[in-house]
């Protein structure tokens, strides 16, 4: 079993940017994919963005260009760089993986608050 950790989150002016960290709590060199998932208040959690194994990402169309997201696999880490944040993306972040068995774990969240 591993447990994520996520940290990076705050408060941010609209064109703003931040940058979130995953910390893993074992090697995610065998995790078959990571992901970041954020839930705004009244809404359901939505998919931000997916890196497998391999280092293929893939976005949710609301991110494309704005958003990057890569991994460490020495640091157990995986991260999300949030460029030209806007109002709309404030919502709790979530980091997210499955194993080679499929099973999905995730951590806590951090707040990520867009606002003048």
């Known amino acids: 079993q591993v447990q994520f950790v996520e940290s990076g989150g705050g408060l941010v002016q609209p064109g703003g940017s931040l940058r979130l960290s995953c910390a893993a709590s074992s090697s995610i060199f065998s995790l078959y994919d990571m992901g970041w998932y954020r839930q705004a208040p009244e809404k359901q959690r939505e998919l931000v963005a997916v890196?497998?194994?391999?280092?293929?990402?893939n976005y949710a169309d609301f991110v494309k260009g704005r958003f990057t997201t890569s991994r460490d696999n020495a640091k157990s880490t995986m991260y999300l760089q949030m460029n030209s944040l806007e109002p709309e993306d404030t919502a709790v972040y979530y980091c997210?993986?499955?194993?080679?068995?499929?099973?999905?774990?995730w951590g806590q969240g951090t707040q990520v608050t867009v606002a003048s």
């Open positions: 997210s993986g499955r194993d080679g068995w499929f099973r999905r774990y």
């Open positions: 890196i497998e194994g391999g280092g293929s990402t």
